[in-house]
């Protein structure tokens, strides 16, 4: 099935089957690996990218129901001249990666969580990264980043 994706401002044609999840046309067909495949059904966050502005798990949306949608995945966090996002600063900052594996999937739900609430609670970021797991568990710096950007974009 062939079909358009617009992702990180621009539109790519593919050619694959129907069912096909975007994570793996992310990964496999345009060579945007950001994306990483933890569990495959939806579960671990680590395949996480942005759809209009909210965040979804790649591995269990076929990617031909999204052609429409404005999609982000982690290449596209940055600005426009490749300076970092101040979450991916922030998260350096407070050294949130352990492993590693979870950090893009957390980094675009919490891109996605300062979309629509800028200066989150420590509750309200722990909240909206519930379902992010990291078996590191670096969920206390990756927290501590978060309110560092958030502070960071407030100025
Ligand atoms: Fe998609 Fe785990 S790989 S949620």
């Known amino acids: 099935m062939s079909f358009t994706l617009k992702v990180n401002g621009r539109a ?3 050619d694959v ?3 096909t999840p975007l994570l793996y046309v ?4 345009l060579g945007l690996n950001g994306a990483k495949y933890g569990c495959g059904v939806g579960q671990c ?3 996480t990218v942005l759809s209009n502005g909210t965040s979804l798990r790649s591995c269990v949306v076929p990617a031909a129901r ?3 949608r404005e999609l ?3 290449e596209g966090l940055r600005a426009p001249d490749g300076a970092p996002h101040p979450l991916q600063k922030a998260f350096l900052a407070e050294q949130a990666g352990q492993c590693a594996y979870c950090i893009p999937g957390m980094l675009m739900a919490a891109a996605a969580l300062l979309r629509e609430k800028p200066r989150p609670s420590e509750a309200e970021i ?3 990264l ?3 797991l990291c078996r590191c568990g670096s969920h206390n710096r990756i927290v501590r980043a978060i309110q560092r950007a958030a502070a960071e974009l407030a100025k």
């Open 17 to 19: 089957p129907e069912d």
């Open 130 to 132: 519930d379902a992010n």
């Open 72 to 74: 982000t995945t982690l």
């Open 26 to 29: 992310l990964r496999d067909e």
């Open 66 to 68: 999204l052609g429409g």
């Open 12 to 14: 790519h044609t593919v």
């Open 126 to 128: 722990r909240t909206a």
């Open 45 to 47: 966050g680590a395949c």
